[in-house]
């Protein structure tokens, strides 16, 4: 129901084959979600999601990793509704291919914590955007930072949020092209970056 929170606690998830997923969808309303690891590698032109033109907090812990070869969408709208993301991986987030987007045609915010590394392996055909536009609120935090692959029209903030990016270890960039920690040029609000250790870009 409107303005209810809906709350789903699973083990390990897998999406394969040609197979993809909603968690929500319809009538406005929170969700709890609870998962062990998420592993999406389907091949399916269409993307899973996990709120999918539903509006409210999305409250994730993703007690393992997160891995993802597929288009998806935490969060996604059409365009100027709000929504808020708040997620927790206690392992490793892998972003290997696909049409990759935490939060999609919102306004709103996210808090993305990643316990262990954060991997964005870019593909000439594939994107990964944390933000892709709008108004948010970025605040992410993560061990160590890895970019490979062909990293054009690649970024983690693309709205005109305030952001916050904290990397525990080292930025490793091995990548081609520029990964963009945010693309705005008209974003003209607080951006702030620490890194612990080192920026390394091979």
Same mark, same amino acid.
């Given at each position: ?7 789903? =606690? ?19 309303? /929170? +969700?709890?979600?609870? $998962?062990?690891?998420?592993? #999406? ?6 993307? *899973?999601?996990?709120?999918? +033109?539903?509006?409210? =907090? ?6 393992? @990793?997160?891995? &993802?070869?597929?288009?998806? @969408?935490?969060?996604?709208? =059409? ?7 708040? &997620?927790?991986?206690?392992?490793? +987030? ?14 709103? @915010?996210?808090?993305?914590?990643? %316990?262990? /590394? $954060?991997?964005?392996?870019? %593909? *000439? *055909? ?27 029209? /690649?970024?983690?903030?693309?709205? $005109?949020? &305030? ?5 525990? !270890? #080292?930025?490793?960039?091995?990548? $081609? ?10 974003? !003209?609000?607080?951006?702030? &970056?620490?890194?612990?250790? #080192?920026?390394?870009?091979?």
């Amino acid at each position: 129901g409107t303005g209810m929170t809906t709350a789903i =606690t699973l083990q390990d998830i897998l999406v394969n084959g040609t197979g993809r997923i909603f968690f929500a969808t319809g009538a406005n309303r /929170n +969700l709890n979600l609870v $998962t062990n690891n998420y592993t #999406d590698i389907s091949t399916s032109t269409s993307l *899973s999601a996990i709120m999918y +033109l539903t509006y409210g =907090t999305l409250n994730w812990q993703c007690n393992g @990793s997160f891995t &993802v070869s597929h288009d998806f @969408s935490a969060t996604q709208g =059409t365009g100027s509704q709000t929504a808020a993301a708040i &997620v927790n991986i206690t392992n490793d +987030l892998n972003i290997n291919g696909g049409l990759f987007d935490f939060n999609y045609l919102i306004n709103g @915010s996210l808090d993305l914590t990643v %316990g262990g /590394n $954060t991997n964005i392996n870019c %593909g *000439s *055909s594939a994107w990964s955007h944390f933000i892709e536009s709008n108004s948010q609120t970025l605040n992410f935090i993560t061990t160590n930072l890895y970019l490979n692959g062909n990293c054009s029209n /690649n970024y983690l903030q693309g709205s $005109t949020g &305030v952001t916050t990016i904290n990397v525990l !270890n #080292d930025v490793i960039s091995s990548g $081609t092209d520029v990964f963009q920690l945010t693309r705005r040029s008209a974003n !003209n609000s607080n951006f702030q &970056v620490t890194i612990g250790r #080192d920026l390394v870009i091979n």
